[in-house]
């Protein structure tokens, strides 16, 4: 399949359509809402002003409406991008914070521009299960604060929540079930008086717009050696995040959508995001599926006018949006973590019938992410995994058979497998040197020759045997394996 998205509802399509229109524009109405106590959360963990946090939601997500490549994906604040650049706002103040966020898109400008998009592709699927998983398990415990020291009301309001969501869509899906959760909690909030936390709690909202902010620091080697650094480790961490957001949400609705154009599309929103006076941010995979799977929006629109409602709830309507229980959105974000969860890679059935090197890379990617709260973590130790145990599987179907004595002074061997560093190492120790007669034959059309290691191992194989005064000689080789024996034979470490 091409790069395209052919089959993605677009713009055009949407507006044309009431139904579908209506169905974006209320699905992010219900982002906008979700979004709010996080960005605060998150500016919290950046140790930057609430509005630093907002504001960004809001310019990442229209921003991203338009250079984005996978339609209906949200993207606004988020925790992994706080956790990386908090220590540039606490040791060096909010200037170098944007400009380190500026920085970060520059460099998601550039490897978006280098194709590392493409590296996606090197992801096994189990990364993936465990890559959902483990999002799954950190939405979850992130409501842990809405939910723990708090009244008892809180309780009995999320139970409401959850069951609104769970029975609404049964009878009528006219309205998304999580905007009808939060209203019904919210007005119930308001008319019995409930005294609960609220989003007013989480901090001030912002009264203004944001405006155009020249950070000012020195532009100087000083200042980059400070920022080089956070601004990296933010565009992988942002990168990685997005890429697979934007995979999963093509799983979901089945679609293919433009990974190369999201990379730089991620880095241009968090330059104009920096320069808004805003924190920066990547693809939220819960805000995603709220809009994408349990709203249903499938279209730019919804991106960008989460990121309008945003605003306006925050600046215009503040006071409103102040009063929403907590309790209702962490209802709508455990209802996101059970829909997230890939419930049947966990069964006991598919665990029987899984290969264990599969639940073994699923298990070192939950863990890993979970305890870090660090997705880019989680997926690099699970990738590393899945190399591990592949080669060491590969490596094992290798096999040194003596095949034929076609004549007293000659033998031929057979090597049949993937020959590559895991599995050629011990090549050299599967042949009989001493007892072997003069002429030796290495049959290798059951075989492929993948590295310089290989072509070292089969150097060392044949001066081991001239060594004793014998002759060994490689046959079979297909042109791939040729062309790189050729190249290499006797330019490995002098042969030995």
Same mark, same amino acid.
């Given at each position: 399949?091409? &790069?395209?998205?052919?089959?993605?509802?677009?713009?055009?399509?949407?507006?044309?359509?009431?139904?579908?229109?209506?169905?974006?524009?209320?699905?992010?109405?219900?982002?906008?809402?979700?979004?709010?106590?996080?960005?605060?959360?998150?500016?919290?963990?950046?140790?930057?002003?609430?509005?630093?946090?907002?504001?960004?939601?809001?310019?990442?997500?229209?921003?991203?409406?338009?250079?984005?490549?996978?339609?209906?994906?949200?993207?606004?604040?988020?925790?992994?991008?706080?956790?990386?650049?908090?220590?540039?706002?606490?040791?060096?103040?909010?200037?170098?914070?944007?400009?380190?966020?500026?920085?970060?898109?520059?460099?998601?400008?550039?490897?978006?521009? %280098?194709?590392?998009?493409?590296?996606? =592709?090197?992801?096994?699927?189990?990364?993936?299960?465990?890559?959902?998983?483990? %999002?799954?398990i950190l939405i979850f415990t992130s409501q842990f604060p809405a939910l723990i020291g708090v009244p008892w009301l809180v309780y009995p309001l999320v139970a409401v929540g959850l069951l609104i969501m769970f029975l609404l869509? =049964?009878?009528?899906?006219?309205?998304?079930?999580?905007?009808?959760?939060?209203?019904? +909690?919210?007005?119930? #909030?308001?008319?019995?008086?409930?005294?609960?936390?609220?989003?007013? &709690?989480?901090?001030?909202?912002?009264?203004?717009?944001?405006?155009? +902010?020249?950070?000012?620091?020195?532009?100087?080697?000083?200042?980059?050696?400070?920022?080089?650094?956070?601004?990296?480790?933010?565009?992988?961490?942002?990168?990685?995040?997005? +890429?697979?957001?934007?995979?999963? $949400?093509?799983?979901? #609705?089945?679609?293919?959508?433009?990974?190369?154009?999201?990379?730089?599309?991620?880095?241009?929103?968090?330059?104009?995001?920096?320069?808004?006076g805003g924190m920066g941010g990547c693809a939220m995979v819960g805000q995603t599926m709220i809009n994408v799977k349990a709203s249903g929006a499938r279209t730019r629109i919804s991106t960008f006018l989460a990121g309008v409602?945003?605003?306006? %709830?925050?600046v215009g309507l503040g006071d409103v949006v102040a009063l929403i229980p907590m309790a209702a959105l962490a209802a709508v974000m455990i209802m996101v973590a059970i829909g997230t969860m890939d419930w049947h890679s966990i069964?006991?059935?598919?665990?029987?019938?899984?290969?264990?090197?599969? #639940?073994?890379?699923?298990?070192?990617?939950?863990?890993?992410?979970?305890?870090?709260?660090?997705?880019?973590?989680?997926?690099? $130790?699970?990738?590393?995994?899945?190399?591990? +145990?592949?080669?060491?599987?590969?490596?094992? %179907? #290798?096999?040194?058979?003596?095949?034929?004595?076609?004549?007293?002074?000659?033998?031929?061997?057979?090597?049949?497998?993937?020959?590559?560093?895991?599995?050629?190492? &011990?090549?050299?120790?599967?042949?009989?040197?001493?007892?072997?007669? *003069?002429?030796?034959?290495? &049959?290798?059309?059951?075989?492929?020759?993948?590295?310089?290691?290989?072509?070292?191992?089969?150097?060392?194989?044949?001066?081991?045997?001239?060594?004793?005064? *014998?002759?060994?000689?490689?046959?079979?080789?297909?042109?791939?394996?040729?062309?790189?024996?050729?190249?290499?034979?006797?330019?490995?470490?002098?042969?030995?």
């Open positions: 399949m091409s &790069d395209s998205a052919e089959r993605i509802p677009t713009v055009m399509s949407a507006l044309r359509s009431p139904r579908m229109l209506k169905t974006e524009v209320l699905a992010s109405l219900v982002v906008a809402l979700a979004l709010i106590p996080e960005a605060i959360a998150f500016s919290i963990i950046a140790g930057v002003d609430p509005r630093v946090g907002l504001f960004a939601s809001f310019t990442m997500a229209v921003s991203i409406a338009f250079l984005g490549g996978r339609p209906a994906m949200i993207s606004a604040a988020t925790g992994a991008i706080a956790l990386v650049i908090a220590p540039v706002a606490k040791q060096y103040g909010l200037d170098y914070f944007i400009a380190t966020v500026i920085l970060a898109g520059v460099f998601q400008v550039i490897f978006g521009v %280098l194709g590392v998009a493409k590296l996606m =592709r090197f992801i096994p699927r189990s990364v993936m299960v465990g890559f959902v998983n483990a %999002l799954a869509p =049964r009878i009528t899906s006219v309205v998304p079930a999580p905007l009808v959760a939060i209203v019904l +909690l919210t007005v119930a #909030t308001v008319v019995f008086t409930l005294n609960v936390p609220d989003v007013g &709690d989480e901090g001030e909202l912002p009264s203004s717009l944001p405006a155009l +902010l020249i950070p000012d620091v020195p532009l100087n080697l000083e200042t980059l050696s400070i920022i080089a650094p956070y601004a990296l480790a933010m565009a992988i961490v942002g990168l990685l995040e997005s +890429l697979l957001t934007a995979k999963l $949400v093509d799983d979901v #609705t089945d679609t293919h959508s433009n990974k190369t154009r999201e990379s730089w599309g991620q880095g241009a929103a968090n330059v104009i995001t920096g320069f808004f409602f945003l605003l306006i %709830l925050v069964s006991p059935k598919t665990l029987r019938r899984m290969p264990k090197s599969e #639940t073994a890379v699923m298990v070192a990617t939950v863990v890993v992410t979970v305890a870090t709260h660090n997705l880019a973590y989680g997926v690099v $130790v699970g990738v590393v995994t899945a190399m591990v +145990l592949f080669a060491r599987r590969v490596a094992h %179907l #290798t096999e040194v058979i003596d095949v034929a004595h076609p004549n007293e002074g000659t033998r031929i061997y057979a090597v049949k497998g993937e020959l590559f560093f895991a599995s050629s190492n &011990d090549l050299v120790y599967r042949f009989d040197y001493a007892g072997d007669p *003069k002429n030796i034959v290495i &049959d290798l059309s059951g075989a492929h020759v993948w590295d310089a290691s290989t072509v070292a191992t089969l150097d060392a194989i044949t001066t081991k045997y001239e060594a004793k005064g *014998k002759r060994a000689v490689i046959v079979g080789l297909d042109a791939a394996s040729a062309e790189r024996h050729v190249r290499l034979t006797g330019q490995l470490s002098g042969g030995h």
